[in-house]
């Protein structure tokens, strides 16, 4: 989705938040309850116990991969160790400030720690400096009008089936025409002088406002349905980058059970939800959520 992205910890959440503060372009915001990532976790600050600052998300991948194949290493060896530890191992984390070589300013790091029967590992991912007390209450600001969601969300259940599709509209324009309406319809077209290039799933899973589709429309063409809905005021349709739509897809990477589409009021901008069962069950896991708004572009622009 981006190179670097804020941090935000506070009591009770950790969130991974993507170009909130920027304010162009897509924007992505992953939350997680404490207890699906830690089991201890203590955070103090001066700042109502909230804490927040930038991450090279590269560097704390490649930290992370590194650190979690040391600790399989650590806990497989020193269970087989006779006498030894046999307990499980953990992961710390920790924000510290160290003086990196060369240098004579100290510097913050988030540094990962793991020890083993006869050494420890430590891996020291570079961070910003904290963010300032404005700074975070303009990022919480940002995070609370970022999640509000629409009033009509649908499911799009064959996701691979978008991207391929969307693959192909890279390659005719650059702007994207989405329609939602209450019915469940999906409509997605891009248009240039020469050539339109369009899609339609009908009849998704609704939740939120939703209406009775007509049956009278059954025969008319995709353009025409989604014109009649946005008369009566079912549907709402908005214009947004094709690249940036394509992006978004990116997210599914993550393995979510589901996605949802939906446009916030007033066609303010394009958000996609994705959903995370409870492994094994069909229930929602509440402690994860995942979502991405994308920006409108102005029509007159276009």
Same mark, same amino acid.
């Given at each position: 989705?981006?190179?670097?992205?804020?941090?935000? /910890?506070?009591?009770?959440?950790?969130?991974? /938040?993507?170009? /909130?503060? +920027?304010?162009?372009? =897509?924007?992505? =915001?992953?939350?997680?309850?404490?207890?699906?990532?830690?089991?201890?976790?203590?955070?103090? $600050?001066?700042?109502?116990?909230?804490?927040?600052?930038?991450?090279?998300?590269?560097?704390?991948?490649?930290?992370?991969? $590194?650190?979690?194949?040391?600790?399989?290493?650590?806990?497989? @060896?020193?269970?087989? &160790?006779?006498?030894? +530890?046999?307990?499980? +191992?953990? =992961?710390?984390?920790?924000?510290?400030?160290?003086?990196?070589?060369?240098?004579?300013?100290?510097?913050?790091? *988030?540094?990962?720690?793991?020890?083993?029967?006869?050494?420890?590992?430590?891996?020291?991912?570079?961070?910003?400096?904290?963010?300032?007390?404005?700074?975070?209450?303009?990022?919480?600001?940002?995070?609370?009008?970022?999640?509000?969601?629409?009033?009509?969300?649908?499911?799009?259940?064959? #996701?691979?089936?978008?991207?391929?599709?969307?693959?192909? #509209?890279?390659?005719?324009?650059?702007?994207? +025409? &989405?329609?939602?309406?209450?019915?469940?319809?999906?409509?997605?077209?891009?248009?240039?002088?020469?050539?339109? *290039?369009?899609?339609?799933?009908?009849?998704? $899973? &609704?939740? @939120?406002?939703?209406?009775?589709?007509?049956?009278?429309?059954?025969?008319?063409?995709?353009?025409?349905?989604?014109?009649i809905a946005l008369q009566r005021g079912d549907a709402m349709t908005v214009q947004v980058s094709v690249k940036h739509f394509f992006k978004s897809l990116q997210c599914h990477a993550a393995k979510p059970d589901c996605a949802f589409y939906g446009i916030t009021q007033q066609g303010a901008c394009l958000t996609v939800v994705f959903q995370f069962f409870i492994p094994g069950t069909h229930q929602?896991?509440?402690?994860? $959520?995942?979502?991405?708004?994308?920006?409108?572009?102005?029509?007159?622009?276009?």
């Amino acid at each position: 989705m981006g190179k670097i992205c804020h941090l935000y /910890l506070t009591r009770d959440h950790v969130y991974f /938040l993507h170009n /909130l503060l +920027n304010g162009d372009g =897509i924007q992505c =915001i992953a939350q997680f309850r404490k207890e699906a990532l830690f089991d201890e976790y203590r955070l103090s $600050s001066q700042n109502d116990d909230r804490i927040s600052f930038a991450i090279d998300l590269s560097l704390l991948h490649r930290a992370l991969h $590194s650190i979690i194949s040391i600790y399989t290493e650590f806990s497989a @060896g020193d269970s087989g &160790v006779p006498g030894g +530890n046999s307990a499980p +191992n953990h =992961i710390q984390i920790k924000l510290v400030k160290k003086l990196p070589p060369h240098s004579q300013q100290p510097m913050p790091f *988030l540094t990962f720690e793991t020890k083993g029967y006869k050494s420890a590992v430590i891996q020291d991912v570079p961070i910003s400096k904290p963010l300032s007390r404005s700074d975070v209450l303009e990022l919480q600001a940002a995070l609370d009008m970022a999640q509000d969601l629409p009033q009509t969300l649908i499911q799009v259940p064959h #996701m691979h089936q978008l991207q391929n599709f969307v693959e192909k #509209m890279k390659n005719v324009g650059d702007v994207l +025409n &989405v329609s939602i309406s209450k019915y469940g319809d999906l409509h997605l077209q891009v248009s240039t002088s020469l050539i339109t *290039l369009g899609a339609e799933f009908r009849k998704l $899973s &609704v939740i @939120g406002d939703q209406a009775q589709s007509p049956t009278d429309d059954q025969n008319l063409s995709a353009q025409s349905r989604t014109r009649i809905a946005l008369q009566r005021g079912d549907a709402m349709t908005v214009q947004v980058s094709v690249k940036h739509f394509f992006k978004s897809l990116q997210c599914h990477a993550a393995k979510p059970d589901c996605a949802f589409y939906g446009i916030t009021q007033q066609g303010a901008c394009l958000t996609v939800v994705f959903q995370f069962f409870i492994p094994g069950t069909h229930q929602t896991d509440k402690a994860i $959520s995942l979502h991405c708004r994308l920006p409108v572009l102005d029509p007159g622009a276009s």
